[in-house]
């Protein structure tokens, strides 16, 4: 069995008129929420073997406090650039990619795609979006 956390990056602050969205930053409550998630997720009995993330600065800051807290290896984590803004069917094959022999893998992204994706994985989270800093934990058989 595989397990698959889908974890949506932390708040950031508002996209300029004019503004790069890629280099949007956390605002100073999404970093706050970021840790929440870390403390939850450190509460768990689960550790990612593989941490995948976009390279969008809300996203690679979100995944960096994340992998502090959990005090993750650094060989863990990995940048796919395909992540940034991926759609359900891009996410699917990152992780075809990028999972190696992992068999817990958590995947730091953006919706509407997480979201998407998670709801095609698992009928528990159709209609549902997942809220900046929440994360969705799957289960997959084979």
Do not use: C, K
Request: hydrophobic content about 45%; proline content about 6%; aromatic content about 6%.
């Amino acid at each position: 069995m595989h397990e698959l956390l889908l974890l949506r990056h932390a708040e950031a602050e508002p996209a300029a008129l004019d503004g790069d969205d890629f280099q949007r930053p956390l605002t100073a409550g999404g970093r706050d929420a970021a840790l929440a998630a870390a403390a939850r997720l450190a509460a768990l009995p689960w550790q990612p073997q593989r941490l995948l993330y976009s390279p969008a600065l809300r996203t690679a800051t979100t995944a960096t406090l994340l992998a502090q807290a959990l005090r993750l290896d650094t060989q863990v984590l990995q940048q796919v650039p395909e992540l940034y803004l991926a759609t359900p069917q891009a996410l699917r094959a990152a992780l075809r990619t990028w999972r190696g022999n992992a068999a817990r893998v958590m995947i730091v992204g953006h919706n509407p795609g997480l979201s998407e994706w998670g709801a095609q994985l698992d009928a528990r989270f159709a209609g549902q979006s997942l809220p900046t800093a929440g994360h969705w934990l799957i289960s997959q058989h084979g």
